[in-house]
């Protein structure tokens, strides 16, 4: 890669260069992603341990909190050691790691959501046929379908930006090597890299999107026509935490980065880039696990309380 030649190292200036300041966000980082493990872990560990919870919905669940511990995984912990140690340095190897795993896990991310959206639409629109469209084998082949699609995204991504020269400087104005920042320092001509790698990141979340949408459409009308309305409350229960997971990520990472870069820093890209990287993993579990009772049931047998 050619900007290997240029830059060794990147200077990430998100936060204060205040002591106390720095301090401070190493604690809030470190409670955050405590709170973002232990809510992850418990799920995953209910899940896997009670077969009362061995179908396809919590499959794609544990899944979806093996990605979370893993998103929240790749940024934080080098923030709270830089914050700790009073530096700001990262690596070159460091940052395209960073990188890759991040949109990794991000793509793999978006399309484990628009598989269970399908799972929640022949849950709920075809209950009939769940059992056969949805087996076991079946759902192994669509998550590792999802994650296979988050290594492709990844490799085309991280590839397109590290082919670039750096020599506008080091000085990312983000806590992590967050793409679009670090193509304020290319000096080569990357708008045609931006516009194929746009493009093609449009292409792949609106079809899942419109994936997404379509399934929620019918998944709502089949909800209206279900006459008790005890069933529909059930059949909404199940639907809304994916509803409110997707429109979330979808917000925020497309805000984050299809919006124009600006050329000075930015309060509002520190913003986003905390809330999709550091809030949303730990928004899933309470989300998805601590209004469900299903799980609240097995955490209890699980645990041993009453």
């Given at each position: 890669m050619s900007s290997r030649t240029t830059v060794t190292e990147f200077l990430l200036l998100g936060f204060s260069e205040i002591r106390k300041l720095q301090i401070l966000?190493?604690?809030?980082?470190?409670?955050?992603?405590?709170?973002?493990?232990?809510?992850?872990?418990?799920?995953?560990?209910?899940?896997?341990?009670?077969?009362?919870?061995?179908?396809?919905?919590?499959?794609?669940?544990?899944?979806l909190s093996v990605l979370d511990l893993g998103s929240i995984s790749v940024n934080v912990p080098k923030s709270m050691a830089?914050?700790?140690?009073n530096t700001k340095s990262m690596s070159y190897a460091g940052c395209v790691a960073q990188d890759f795993f991040l949109l990794f896990l991000l793509g793999a991310y978006f399309s484990l959501l628009t598989i269970m959206a399908c799972d929640r639409y022949v849950a709920i629109c075809q209950p009939l046929h769940y059992e056969t469209i949805m087996n076991s084998r079946g759902c192994v082949q669509m998550a590792a379908g999802a994650w296979i699609s988050g290594i492709l995204y990844s490799v085309l991504h991280t590839g397109n930006t590290f082919a670039l020269t750096f020599c506008g400087g080091n000085m990312v104005d983000q806590f992590f090597c967050e793409i679009p920042q670090l193509l304020k320092l290319t000096c080569s001509d990357s708008y045609l890299t931006e516009v194929r790698v746009i493009a093609f990141s449009i292409c792949l979340f609106l079809g899942c999107f419109i994936f997404i949408t379509m399934s929620y459409v019918q998944i709502f009308k089949s909800v209206l026509r279900i006459p008790s309305e005890q069933g529909q409350h059930k059949a909404f229960s199940t639907w809304?935490?994916?509803?409110?997971?997707?429109?979330?990520?979808?917000?925020?990472?497309?805000?984050?980065?299809?919006?124009?870069?600006?050329?000075?820093?930015?309060?509002?890209?520190l913003v986003m880039a905390v809330l999709y990287s550091v809030l949303l993993p730990i928004m899933n579990p309470i989300i998805y696990s601590m209004r469900n009772k299903e799980i609240k049931v097995a955490l209890r047998r699980l645990t041993g309380c009453r």
């Open positions: 966000h190493f604690v809030v980082f470190l409670l955050i992603y405590l709170a973002a493990l232990v809510g992850n872990l418990l799920t995953f560990m209910v899940i896997v341990f009670d077969h009362h919870l061995h179908i396809p919905m919590y499959f794609f669940l544990m899944n830089n914050s700790f140690i809304l935490p994916h509803l409110i997971v997707v429109s979330l990520f979808v917000f925020i990472s497309s805000f984050a980065y299809l919006k124009p870069t600006s050329s000075s820093p930015s309060a509002l890209d």
